[in-house]
Structure formats: C-alpha cells, structure tokens
C-alpha cells in the first residue's frame, strides 16, 4: 500500500484550504472540458477533482445531493417534470428520482466524462440512471434550457460547479431567464449557490440576476458541506410567485430513506441567520 500523503485545495477568496489523507490517485481523464481525478483517501472514500477543486467524496457527497433535491420537490405542489442542469455525477437525479410523483427527470451535463468516472468510482450514485424515467443528456445546458418549450418544467435544477470555465454562464440573467421561460407558474428554480460564509456577494449577485430574469422569490437554504470551500454551503430557490412553505406532512411521511435530509432539517433551514438575513436584504 502506498505511504499516505496529504492533498490540499487551496481557496484563495477565503484564505484557506481543505485537505485530505490520500492513498493513491485511482484515476484520471483530461475532457474537452476539464481535468477530472479520483484519489482513494483513508477516511472519506473516494475523491472526485475537477481542475483541482474539490466536488464530491463518498462520505458527505449526501449532504449536497439531498439539499439540492428533496427542499424543492417537497415544496412544490406536484412535481412531475424535473430538468437538472449538470449534475454529471448523477447523485442529484438519483434522490429526484425517489420520488415517485416524478414523471421524468432530465440531466443534462455537457461533460460526459464526469459521468463515467462516476459510474466507476461512485456507482452508488448512478443507482437511478436506467430508470425509465430517467434521460440523460451530454450537451450544453444553456443550449438546452433556451429551447426548452415554455412551461413544460416543474423544477430545473442548476447542479453546477463554480462560476467560471464550463459554469460561467450558468450565473447570469440570460440563463436564468431561459429556466423561467421553460418553468410553469408554479415552477421552482434551483442553483448550488457557494458558502454563505464568505461568498455572500455572489449569492446577493446570483439573485439580483434570478430578479432581472422575472424571479420575484427567493431562499438560500445553508447546509453543511466538509468538502467545500469553509465547510458551509448554501442552495437558492427562486419562484415566479408565491412563498416557501412545504409539504411538512408529505416530507414526514416520505417512504425513502434520506442520511440527512428531514421534514424538521427542511425547517431549519428555513430560518433566518441574521447575518445572511441583513446581507441578502430580506
């Protein structure tokens, strides 16, 4: 067995950085895209890089997957129609697809390769992927959403990486007012939104966008996340319409099994942090 050694991703926003104990470097592929790795570590499972930044381990990958997935669908009315944009990995649609309401869930991720190596390295987050109501697509979602027909989607889910290469374009008011086209009435928009600890002017800025775009609604959702930048990381929901409140009664008598997520989790994640509060302006 190799000598474990540590690898670190530095974050210079914050001034800080993240590090695992790794054993060996299991894979690796350079896309059209970007550069993914997997390294096996000696406490967390497996690893997944893209271009140096951390994106999932086996251990908490949970966290981010089901706070992306289950806050939304429980407070929508009836979601049939779900579109995730990226979510290479899979694990998103996987936790869409427990719901048994979903008619169909689109992921459409422009890089396949994130995919495969998740099929390889993390399968058990590809459990849903020959679900008959499951497409998956390896295209542009920009492209996608502006020709998504208009109101045919429930909940699009922006299940990106950080702001810049393949995902910059996934953060301003051109796209978003594709998935608000492509929304019913009653549709929620989603996005990974950063950490509300350091990143605050990015949410504020990701929202003003969402608001150019006709969103009226918003509610950044904080979250626990030991593989992101400070450890704390957030999702946005925005709406055409209408507040937040969700299905408590449905949530608590959900009949899959979640790690983290729970009626009462959702709840909590409701209330307001003062400090976010004040930044965000509500």
């Not at 299991?26 to 096996?40: A, C």
């Not at 429980?74 to 990995?89: A, W």
């Not at 890089?111 to 390896?138: G, I, Y």
């Not at 009226?216 to 319409?241: D, E, I, M, N, V």
């Given at each position: 067995?190799?000598?474990?050694?540590?690898?670190?991703?530095?974050?210079?926003?914050?001034?800080?950085?993240?590090?695992?104990?790794?054993?060996r470097?299991?894979?690796?592929?350079?896309?059209?895209?970007?550069?993914i790795?997997?390294?096996?570590?000696?406490?967390?499972?497996?690893?997944?890089?893209?271009?140096?930044?951390?994106?999932?381990?086996?251990?908490?990958?949970?966290?981010?997957?089901?706070?992306?997935?289950?806050?939304?669908?429980?407070?929508?009315?009836d979601?049939?129609?779900?579109?995730?944009?990226?979510?290479?990995?899979?694990?998103?649609?996987?936790e869409?697809?427990?719901?048994?309401?979903?008619?169909?869930?689109?992921?459409?991720?422009?890089?396949?390769?994130?995919?495969?190596?998740?099929?390889?390295?993390?399968?058990?987050?590809?459990?849903?992927?020959?679900?008959?109501?499951?497409?998956?697509?390896?295209?542009?979602?920009?492209?996608?959403?502006?020709?998504?027909?208009?109101?045919?989607?429930?909940?699009?889910?922006?299940?990106?990486?950080?702001?810049?290469?393949?995902?910059?374009?996934?953060?301003?008011?051109?796209?978003?007012?594709?998935?608000?086209?492509?929304?019913?009435?009653?549709?929620?928009?989603?996005?990974?939104?950063?950490?509300?600890?350091?990143?605050?002017?990015?949410?504020?800025?990701?929202?003003g966008?969402?608001?150019?775009a006709?969103?009226?609604?918003?509610?950044?959702?904080?979250?626990?996340?030991?593989?992101y930048?400070?450890?704390?990381?957030?999702?946005?929901?925005?709406?055409?319409s209408?507040?937040?409140?969700?299905?408590?009664?449905?949530?608590?008598?959900?009949?899959?099994?979640?790690?983290?997520?729970?009626?009462?989790?959702?709840?909590?994640?409701?209330?307001?942090?003062?400090?976010?509060?004040?930044?965000?302006?509500?």
């Amino acid at each position: 067995m190799t000598q474990p050694t540590w690898m670190y991703e530095n974050f210079e926003p914050a001034g800080s950085a993240i590090g695992y104990r790794i054993t060996r470097k299991l894979d690796e592929v350079q896309s059209p895209f970007q550069k993914i790795e997997i390294f096996e570590s000696t406490d967390w499972g497996n690893v997944m890089l893209i271009d140096g930044a951390m994106m999932l381990t086996t251990r908490d990958n949970f966290l981010y997957h089901e706070m992306m997935s289950h806050p939304a669908l429980f407070t929508h009315g009836d979601p049939r129609r779900v579109v995730i944009i990226g979510g290479g990995d899979c694990g998103t649609l996987r936790e869409v697809l427990k719901h048994p309401g979903v008619e169909s869930a689109t992921q459409c991720d422009i890089d396949e390769q994130v995919t495969r190596m998740a099929e390889k390295w993390f399968p058990e987050l590809c459990d849903s992927n020959n679900d008959a109501r499951a497409e998956l697509l390896f295209d542009d979602g920009i492209a996608y959403m502006a020709n998504c027909p208009a109101g045919s989607v429930d909940i699009v889910i922006v299940d990106s990486t950080d702001p810049v290469g393949p995902a910059e374009g996934l953060f301003n008011k051109a796209f978003y007012a594709s998935c608000f086209r492509a929304l019913k009435d009653d549709g929620i928009l989603v996005q990974q939104s950063e950490s509300p600890l350091v990143l605050l002017e990015l949410i504020k800025e990701m929202r003003g966008e969402m608001g150019k775009a006709g969103f009226t609604t918003f509610k950044t959702l904080p979250f626990p996340q030991p593989c992101y930048p400070t450890g704390w990381w957030s999702c946005t929901l925005a709406r055409k319409s209408g507040g937040f409140d969700y299905r408590a009664v449905d949530a608590r008598a959900k009949t899959f099994k979640t790690k983290y997520y729970t009626a009462d989790v959702h709840q909590g994640a409701m209330a307001s942090i003062p400090f976010v509060a004040e930044a965000l302006g509500e």
